[in-house]
């Protein structure tokens, strides 16, 4: 376990040494505000809450969070230092855990950036803040979903940009699952039960009941369980194409 | 010990490593032989628990590597092929995660980092990140992480590949003066790096064995072996040298009276040589007993593997 931690803590700096965490933030402040204010239009509402600004999220995130997720195994893959990785005394659950919550809590730290949100609701009016929270945790499991499948395809693809073109087609999928551009092509043959499995995997069903402030513990268990899936799917994917 | 038995290593078509077998005992250098694509970096990568084998297994110190890998990986220190690193990290930084990695925290950490540092000589770049550096101080900063916690087995691809004359000088000096109580494997294929640092040579070729002995063995298989090399001022009587005792041929140098004479195997024509050059009253400006030529055996012993 003691290792995990300071592979989290290499990732996460690594972010830093970069520009790319600075972009990202500044691009995803931007985004949400102009998501928010514009097309959500906050003010003409005249409701305080934030329903507006994280309604945006599972489409804000289809493009922002596969762009975190693309280098966690690519770039270890394209430069060859998975070999010194993989041969660290290591476990391979600590390496793929580890790069994930580093990711993660990147994630974490932009979406608690977009604070001046809640003091800008709570100066207009009295909006109910633990409903606020609830949709704060919703948004930031979202998010971790699509960093596990993007986690998951950039180990499958050494290009860069192809591991972020299959995450957003990924995501994309299963934003839409709940969505008749899916459904319809399973009316014809599946039975019901399939049908609603189907369905029931979509982000947008399960993200709209968390960010209305309704905590279900099965939504829950089900961001969790599709987190733990995908960064087991990493794993496996890791070892059979690390030395490719 | 190192004891790799029966190791083999397929891929979709092609067998990298076959049945490959030998023992490494402890203050050993050896080292691993083999022409491009012969199976020494596979081999490595199995040793190193990167690849997994096909068949077959190997264990360190006692620790088998499938079975056992963490075990394993904590007693080696490996340079992979290339000496990848997070280029975007500085020296400092990567060495420190290293330590962290291998369990040091505190003053001791920073003890390990300093000592490594000090040996491959990182001082003044400790600050630049590592993409920034040129290649010979990349291939230090690998060393050092590869050294850094004093392991028991080094393992080192290709150290001094792409190094100037002077850096391969100082890691081969370095590897030696390490060597000491530890098991070191180096893969080259560069011939004059065996002579001089390694105490056994392994030869592959096909991702079979074909040759485990010394350098010095292996260059008295050359048919070079107590050659002797003369160049003369004047022409020299070749019937006369062809009919000495012991003398298995004659060849022609490139300048101007200039003949090698080979002995035949095992043996000694030098003082016969010698006794003739006296006899003739020849003219002699360079006179050379050969050990043997090492590229010569090593072209020998993996031309037709290899093929």
Not at chain 2, 130 to 138: A, D
Request: aromatic fraction near 10%; charged fraction near 20%; proline fraction near 4%.
């Amino acid at each position: 376990m003691k290792q995990l931690l300071v592979v989290f803590k290499r990732e996460l700096a690594s972010y830093f040494a970069t520009p790319l965490a600075y972009v990202f933030i500044v691009i995803f402040l931007v985004l949400s505000g102009v998501f928010t204010f514009y097309l959500g239009g906050f003010y003409e509402r005249g409701q305080a809450d934030l329903s507006p600004f994280f309604n945006f999220h599972p489409w804000l995130y289809l493009f922002l969070v596969p762009a975190i997720a693309m280098r966690l195994w690519a770039e270890e893959r394209k430069s060859g230092s998975i070999e010194l990785l993989m041969t660290l005394p290591i476990t391979r659950f600590e390496a793929v855990t580890g790069k994930f919550l580093a990711a993660w809590a990147f994630a974490g730290i932009a979406l608690m950036l977009t604070f001046p949100m809640v003091i800008t609701v709570n100066y207009l009016g009295e909006p109910d803040n633990g409903a606020i929270l609830t949709a704060y945790i919703g948004s930031w499991l979202l998010a971790g979903s699509y960093l596990a499948i993007g986690s998951c395809m950039s180990a499958l693809a050494k290009n860069q940009v192809i591991a972020f073109i299959l995450a957003v087609s990924v995501c994309f999928l299963f934003i839409v699952s709940g969505f008749p551009l899916v459904l319809d092509a399973f009316n014809a043959w599946a039975p019901q039960w399939l049908l609603d499995a189907v369905s029931s995997l979509s982000f947008l069903i399960r993200f709209d009941a968390i960010s209305k402030g309704v905590i279900d513990l099965r939504d829950l268990l089900y961001f969790v369980t599709l987190i733990a899936a995908w960064l087991a799917a990493t794993a496996v994917v890791v070892d059979l194409k690390k030395a490719d | 010990m190192i004891e790799i038995s029966h190791l083999s290593k397929r891929f979709a078509q092609h067998t990298a490593v076959d049945n490959l077998s030998f023992r490494v005992q402890q203050g050993e250098v050896l080292g691993f032989l083999g022409p491009n694509g012969a199976g020494k970096s596979t081999t490595m990568k199995m040793l190193t628990g990167f690849l997994a084998p096909t068949s077959g297994t190997a264990s360190i110190l006692g620790f088998d590597i499938q079975t056992q890998t963490l075990q394993a990986q904590r007693q080696i220190g490996y340079l992979p092929e290339g000496a990848p690193c997070y280029g975007d990290m500085t020296v400092r930084g990567f060495l420190a995660f290293i330590a962290e990695v291998r369990g040091f925290r505190g003053a001791e950490k920073k003890e390990r980092v300093s000592k490594a540092v000090a040996l491959v000589e990182l001082e003044n770049v400790l600050e630049q990140s590592i993409e920034t550096l040129s290649k010979g101080f990349k291939r230090r900063v690998g060393l050092a992480q590869a050294i850094l916690h004093d392991p028991k087995v080094l393992i080192l691809d290709e150290p001094t590949d792409g190094l100037d004359p002077n850096q391969k000088h100082q890691v081969r000096q370095l590897i030696q003066s390490l060597a000491k109580d530890k098991i070191v494997i180096i893969s080259t294929h560069i011939l004059e790096e065996v002579t001089a640092v390694c105490t056994r040579a392994v030869v592959i070729a096909g991702g079979r064995l074909v040759a485990d002995s010394t350098p010095f063995e292996l260059e008295s298989r050359s048919r070079y072996h107590q050659a002797v090399t003369l160049v003369a001022e004047d022409a020299l009587d070749v019937a006369a040298l062809a009919e000495l005792p012991g003398v298995a041929g004659i060849e022609e140098n490139g300048i101007a009276n200039s003949l090698t004479v080979l002995a035949k195997p095992g043996e000694v024509i030098f003082p016969q040589v010698n006794d003739l050059i006296r006899e003739r009253g020849w003219k002699i400006k360079e006179l050379d007993v050969e050990r043997g030529r090492l590229d010569e055996v090593f072209r020998t012993l993996t031309r037709g593997e290899a093929a």
